[in-house]
């Protein structure tokens, strides 16, 4: 099957901890997001990869770091959680770099910091 | 890329034909227009894309204006597993920007 995976599905965690998301896709795509989707449902764009190399960072925490070990793979690691990370995690992909390029995205990582 | 205005919300019934409208008043020459749907635990799913000309596909039919400054996604006959929100957000071709999503338009589908 091809397609965007993230793992895991949910997690509940306490202020201070530190969380991993991985994502990988299938698709054979050069280039990977990560998006953040708060209550409101608005997606905010948070980091963009092109074959493993950053190409967007966003003004997001400094305790927010991708991780990148080939195209088919990009991780995001909290350092140290706080309450307003709660959020839905978007990882996305899309064939290639540049405004044409369609977005496929993975189900979501759905963070609850207590 | 420029900024896109939709409806918060709108209501439609199993069988109509829905008319979305996105308000675009200034895009630019290379930007395109594109929209996605996004379900409850699911991330966005990518819909349909154009530039100038009206496009179809099985899922919707753009009708973009001819001065391009609003475009409208035509669903037809719309079924319960249409309900979603639908983002409309513009692209420039070779952009360096990731795509940025605002509030979109919830659409509802009673039985």
């Known amino acids: 099957e091809t397609a965007v995976f993230q793992t895991p599905n949910y997690h509940v965690t306490q202020v201070g901890n530190e969380v991993s998301f991985n994502c990988k896709q299938t698709?054979?795509?050069?280039?990977m997001y990560w998006y953040k989707q708060d209550s409101k449902k608005l997606l905010k764009i948070m980091f963009s990869y092109n074959n493993k190399q950053l190409i967007v960072n966003e003004t997001v925490p400094r305790r927010f770091s991708p991780q990148s070990s080939d195209k088919a793979h990009l991780n995001l690691r909290i350092k140290s959680v706080e309450p307003e990370d709660s959020a839905v995690y978007l990882c996305?992909?899309?064939?290639?770099?540049?405004?044409?390029?369609?977005?496929?995205f993975g189900p979501g990582t759905r963070l609850t910091v207590l | 890329d420029a900024k896109t205005t939709q409806p918060d919300s709108m209501e439609s019934t199993e069988g109509e034909t829905v008319h979305l409208p996105c308000s675009h008043a200034?895009?630019?020459?290379?930007?395109?227009i594109y929209w996605y749907r996004q379900v409850p635990l699911q991330g966005p799913e990518y819909v349909t894309h154009g530039l100038q000309q009206n496009t179809t596909n099985s899922m919707a039919f753009l009708a973009i204006a001819s001065d391009r400054k609003s475009s409208t996604l035509i669903l037809p006959h719309v079924s319960l597993r249409d309900a979603a929100v639908y983002h409309c957000?513009?692209?420039?071709?070779?952009?360096?920007?990731?795509?940025?999503f605002g509030a979109g338009t919830k659409l509802s589908v009673k039985p």
């Open positions: 957000i513009l692209r420039v071709a070779h952009n360096n920007n990731a795509p940025r």
């Open positions: 200034t895009i630019s020459g290379n930007e395109y």
């Open positions: 698709l054979g795509h050069d280039t």
């Open positions: 996305a992909s899309s064939p290639h770099w540049g405004g044409r390029a369609e977005q496929f």
